[in-house]
């Protein structure tokens, strides 16, 4: 019955400037929001495998299901295998319980893009950008982690590549290196 539940709003807006014929300048930006709420519940049930004994009775008080299995007959004590000669008790004192836990986090981030492009000729270009990126946080719905939440993520990635086209643009070669910064 974990349960998270996400509000995103992002804008994006970008331009290009031809500085001539030679150079071309991307600039890019973006505003992103997140709402998220977490729901985490855990619900369990067992049984004791516990009874209570009758006052005056031997082993007065809590008695282990197995030990009163083999007081009554139906687990040798040697082997802890059935019997046969009457059926066991398979349950003892149910016990249940839940837990709920409600999460909630806001995050936003502006990211940017820059990209700078060199044509060489028509059929050929050089580029590098660097670019900004984000992803938000959220929860860790399982078993009532010691660390509920965890962080967004934030990258900025850097890029210089090649572009071009040979043989009356019927061979085309692509080539790029990148580094990303990873948090």
């Not at 006052?55 to 008695?63: D, E, R, S, V, W």
């Not at 270009?125 to 860790?140: D, E, L, P």
Request: charged fraction near 20%; charge should be negative.
């Amino acid at each position: 019955l974990n349960k998270t539940e996400r509000e995103a709003f992002a804008a994006y807006t970008q331009g290009v400037w031809d500085i001539n014929e030679l150079f071309t300048l991307t600039a890019g930006i973006r505003y992103a929001y997140d709402d998220i709420e977490g729901k985490e519940n855990l619900t369990r049930y067992a049984e004791s495998q516990a009874l209570w004994s009758a006052p005056g009775a031997p082993f007065f008080g809590l008695l282990n299901l197995a030990i009163v299995n083999i007081l009554r007959g139906a687990i040798n004590p040697a082997t802890l295998q059935p019997t046969g000669l009457v059926e066991p008790w398979l349950q003892g004192v149910p016990i249940t319980f839940g837990l709920h836990r409600h999460l909630q986090r806001k995050d936003e981030k502006i990211t940017w893009r820059l990209n700078l492009d060199y044509s060489v000729t028509d059929d050929s270009m050089f580029y590098a950008n660097a670019t900004t990126g984000y992803r938000s946080g959220g929860f860790n719905l399982a078993f009532f982690s010691q660390t509920p939440e965890f962080e967004p993520e934030e990258l900025i990635a850097y890029e210089l590549g090649y572009k071009a086209q040979f043989m009356d643009n019927t061979l085309q070669f692509n080539a790029s290196v990148y580094l990303y910064d990873y948090d």
